[in-house]
T-cell receptor, first 111, second 115 residues
C-alpha cells in the first residue's frame, strides 16, 4: 500500500545522544504506531497513538500524534547500543483495516 | 499478551516446490490476519488480508493462485507459496490484532530461500 514519508532514512549517533525521527503524510490518519525491527525478526510494537495531540512515553521513548493527524514523531532519549535497529512508523487511514508503513529509519548507535 | 507465533522461522526449498508458512495468535482470537513481504533494507509490503472463514483479499499485483491463504480458525492463518521460484525468496511476516481498535502485532517472520 501507500507508504508514509519517514525521515531520516538512516542515522548514526553516539551512545547517550537523543534521537528524533518523524513521519508525515498528505492524508489524515486515525492511528499512529511505531515499531522497531531487529535483523531477521518481525517488527515489535513500541508505542500506539490514537488521538490527535496525544503524547505517549514508553521508557526512554516518546511519541506524539500530530494535531493535524498527518504526522507523528518518535524521540529516543539517552540512546544505548541495543537501540540499534530499523524503526517504522505505521498508521490506519479512515476505516482501512490494513496498516500503511513508513519506509523506515535505520538507527546505528556508536559506542 | 498479544503474541503472534510464525513457523517456520526459515526454510530452504527447491524451485518448483511449495512451502507452507503458519501464523498463530497464541493468546487471542484474530478474525483478521495480514501477510507482508519484506525485501532487504525495505519496508513491509502488504500482500493480503486473511479473513477467518472467507476468502483472502489480495493487494494489487499479488497472485492469489501463487500465494494461497487459508484462515481456517480464529487463531491460525497459513500462507502457501506454490511452485516457488528464486524470485519468491524473501522475508514473509504475518500480523494479527485482537480487534479493530487494537494495534497489530507481528510474528517473527519466515526467511524463504528458493534454490
Amino acid at each position: 500500500g501507500q507508504q508514509l514519508n519517514q525521515s531520516p532514512q538512516s542515522m548514526f549517533i553516539q551512545e547517550g545522544e537523543d534521537v528524533s525521527m518523524n513521519c508525515t503524510s498528505s492524508s489524515i490518519f486515525n492511528t499512529w504506531l511505531w515499531y522497531k525491527q531487529d535483523p531477521g525478526e518481525g517488527p515489535v510494537l513500541l508505542i500506539a497513538l490514537y488521538k490527535a495531540g496525544e503524547l505517549t512515553s514508553n521508557g526512554r521513548l516518546t511519541a506524539q500524534f500530530g494535531i493535524t493527524r498527518k504526522d507523528s514523531f518518535l524521540n529516543i532519549s539517552a540512546s544505548i547500543p541495543s537501540d540499534v535497529g530499523i524503526y517504522f512508523c505505521a498508521g490506519h487511514r479512515g476505516s482501512a483495516r490494513q496498516l500503511t508503513f513508513g519506509s523506515g529509519t535505520q538507527l546505528t548507535v556508536l559506542p | 499478551g498479544a503474541v503472534v507465533s510464525q513457523h517456520p522461522s526459515w526454510v530452504i526449498c527447491k524451485s518448483g516446490t511449495s512451502v507452507k508458512i503458519e501464523c498463530r495468535s497464541l493468546d487471542f482470537q484474530a478474525t483478521t490476519m495480514f501477510w507482508y513481504r519484506q525485501f532487504p533494507k525495505q519496508s513491509l509490503m502488504l500482500m493480503a488480508t486473511s479473513n477467518e472463514g472467507s476468502k483472502a483479499t489480495y493487494e494489487q499485483g499479488v497472485e492469489k493462485d501463487k500465494f494461497l491463504i487459508n484462515h481456517a480458525s480464529l487463531t491460525l492463518s497459513t500462507l502457501t507459496v506454490t511452485s516457488a521460484h528464486p524470485e519468491d525468496s524473501s522475508f514473509y511476516i504475518c500480523s494479527a490484532r485482537m480487534d479493530y481498535n487494537s494495534p497489530l502485532h507481528f510474528g517473527n517472520g519466515t526467511r524463504l530461500t528458493v534454490t
